[in-house]
């Protein structure tokens, strides 16, 4: 079992930045391959990145590259998610997720592992 907690989110005006942290505690954190998601009301919830356990494989969805970095530090128990030039649209609850695989996973479901979430709203 892994636990894991996010922090950073918060408001932000579109253009601006948020850095957001999701720190592991449990089993050993560079077992897992980790994600992040998001959620709007009335929507399913969405692959935003994924890296894997060694950091060398990564992967974004769409609406998201060019403007956010995901990284981790398995020293720290921590996976990051840089984003940048944020817009309105982005605005949702952002999750991290593990599961215990080498490579990044894309969709919800391959993940066993969440954390409770963090808000992030962009103004307009």
Known sequence: QVQLV????G???????LRLACTASGRTFSYYA???FRQTPGRER???????????????????KGR?????????????????????????????????TVSPQLVRSAYNFWGQGTQVTVSS
């Open 11 to 17: 408001l932000v005006q579109a253009g601006g930045s």
């Open 68 to 100: 956010f970095t995901i990284s981790r530090d398995n020293v720290k128990n921590t996976v990051y998610l840089q984003m940048n030039s944020l817009k309105p649209e982005d605005t949702a609850v952002y999750y991290c997720a593990a599961e215990a």
């Open 46 to 64: 969405e692959f935003v990145a994924g890296i894997s356990r060694s950091g060398n494989s990564i992967s974004y969805a769409d609406s998201v």
């Open 34 to 36: 980790m994600g992040w």
């Open 6 to 9: 996010e922090s950073g989110g």
